[in-house]
């Protein structure tokens, strides 16, 4: 993992992957059988902390990691914030928050508020969203949070029907969902 991270600008790392590699870790250092489950701090099973402590130092000062943890969103780790970060973090998005991990800038971006009725199908929601943040950072030279609210927006969206027909194109982009550049702020730290 650690040559790989050394090598990338942008990281996506799923909860279920983060969960296996931090429990991997403490395994590791603590001598205990590779198979033993270690409780996580964190609801849902993972700690947070131990994950960003693991894979920060791997990663290059100005690389992007984000975390996927399903219903909940996404973690987005930067080391360096976006330019004007007031201005920026967690444009349109009540519920973003920001932590400070071993120097690293943490934020969360919430999932979109979905109705467990409303809800289609999953499979493909992974991929739409990694499709999402290489879009709005590629194209659309939004800056890693921006692409991350719109990459949870779309990926929301997919949940709720089958396939992909309609969720974006290359001209238009994602309509309603895309992230747009001033939107009202609504981040705590």
């Known amino acids: ?25 403490n395994n590791l250092d603590s001598g205990r059988d590779k198979n033993l489950s270690i409780p996580a701090e964190e609801p849902g099973g993972l700690d947070l902390d131990a994950f960003v402590k693991l894979v920060t130092p791997a990663m290059k000062p100005f690389a992007v990691g984000y ?6 969103g996404v973690y ?8 004007n970060v007031e201005k920026s973090w967690g444009w349109g998005v ?17 999932a979109s508020k979905i109705e467990s009725g409303s809800i289609q199908e999953t499979t493909g929601a992974g991929d ?28 929301g ?17 994602f309509g309603q969902d895309e992230m747009v550049v001033g939107e009202k702020s609504e981040i705590t730290r």
């Open 128 to 155: 739409t969203f990694v499709a999402a943040v290489i879009y709005g950072i590629g194209v659309k030279q939004r800056n890693v949070v921006q692409a991350a609210i719109t990459a949870v927006r779309v990926a």
């Open 94 to 110: 009540t519920g973003c928050s920001t932590t400070i991990i071993s120097e690293w800038n943490v934020v969360h971006v919430p």
């Open 157 to 173: 969206r997919k949940c709720q029907q089958y396939g992909f027909d309609g969720l974006g194109d290359a001209v238009q982009g």
């Open 67 to 72: 975390l996927t943890v399903g219903a909940a």
């Open 1 to 25: 993992m650690a040559e790989l991270l050394a090598w990338s600008d942008v990281s996506f790392f799923s909860e279920p992957w983060a969960c296996g590699a931090v429990n991997e870790a």
């Open 76 to 83: 987005v780790i930067t080391k360096h914030p976006p330019p």
